[in-house]
């Protein structure tokens, strides 16, 4: 489906214009187009590859969808693959592709599973003329900034909601609750693991445009795809910071599990000995042995209750000063 099909000369928007239309226009030296497709089908893929000869490998790629990210290089073209991320209601992760072909005088792109298109970043781009006058290479940096800028916004949301967590671990019911916290942080650990597996192939392509022989179609934007690759640097060195935190709270949560079964069996242990010391004068006295001490005395039961009261109590009071109770 097409979204939008704009011409732009010296940093301007020219005017919108129709898929036929492309040819007059890309053969404007101070002109570029920018379409915008989404989700689209066999024949307007033909028809852009027709429009811009875009190469065969990249296109192909476009219709098999799930790729993997990453950068490459077409004579003078480029082509970029990038993974959107977004957070749905119930928490799980969108996964959606934006597939970006780069021209001298053109940007096509073409985005497929994604909850939210890029008008803003057509906004940003066409309010900054005076960078816009790069061309299509500074869509191609608002493209992927916006992108990215997407994966700070997720990260903040699993950090925070993992501080959340971290809460939970050491509130007095957490035992009730613990396996239902160990799940919880396998699933924020599997969140990272998604978000390392679409950001570290990125964080390659990218780093070819920031060194070397930098494409001739991104000269002269070197400095901004830089500052997108520390952004992606930085994601990748808190992704691990979180990570390590996951795998902290699991350690915590288990030695939190551990040491409240060691207080139910250091309380279950002080009634036993509580219990077994009448259990053990009873079962003396129940052996019926003729000659046993104040057997047949007036005053040898209220002895014994009290030999057991007292003895009881004394444990009590030693079992509270120890905190076993």
């Not at 800028?149 to 950090?159: A, N, S």
Request: proline share 3%.
């Amino acid at each position: 489906m097409l979204i939008n099909c704009v011409a732009y000369q010296d940093g301007r928007k020219l005017r919108d214009i129709t898929i036929e239309q492309i040819g007059e226009y890309v053969k404007k030296p101070e002109c570029f187009v920018w379409v915008a497709l989404k989700e689209p089908d066999d024949d307007e893929l033909d028809a852009m590859k027709e429009e811009f000869g875009l190469h065969e490998l990249a296109v192909e790629d476009v219709r098999t969808h799930h790729q993997w990210p990453k950068i490459q290089e077409y004579g003078d073209s480029l082509f970029a693959v990038m993974h959107t991320l977004e957070l749905q209601e119930d928490g799980s992760l969108l996964i959606g592709e934006v597939d970006v072909f780069v021209g001298v005088n053109y940007v096509l792109s073409v985005r497929m599973r994604t909850l939210h298109g890029f008008q803003k970043v057509r906004e940003r781009c066409e309010n900054e003329p005076t960078l816009l006058r790069q061309g299509s290479a500074f869509v191609l940096y608002a493209l992927m900034d916006n992108i990215v800028d997407g994966y700070f916004l997720v990260l903040e949301t699993i950090t925070t909601e993992l501080e959340e967590l971290e809460d939970r671990i050491f509130r007095p019911q957490q035992v009730r609750e613990s396996r239902a916290i160990i799940e919880e942080l396998y699933r924020f650990k599997r969140r990272l693991v998604v978000l390392r597996h679409h950001i570290d192939p990125l964080l390659e392509g990218v780093a070819r445009l920031t060194g070397g022989r930098v494409p001739r179609v991104c000269g002269g934007m070197t400095a901004y795809f830089k500052d997108v690759y520390f952004h992606l640097e930085r994601i990748s060195g808190a992704i691990e910071g979180r990570r390590e935190m996951v795998i902290t709270a699991i350690q915590v949560n288990l030695g939190m599990i551990a040491l409240a079964e060691s207080e139910i069996t250091k309380r279950l242990a002080s009634f036993a000995a509580l219990f077994a010391v009448p259990t053990m004068i009873a079962g003396i006295y129940g052996m019926n042995f003729e000659h046993m001490p104040e057997l047949h005395s007036q005053y040898g039961y209220p002895i014994i209750i009290t030999v057991i009261f007292v003895i009881d109590l004394l444990l009590f009071r030693w079992f509270r000063k120890a905190k076993w109770i």
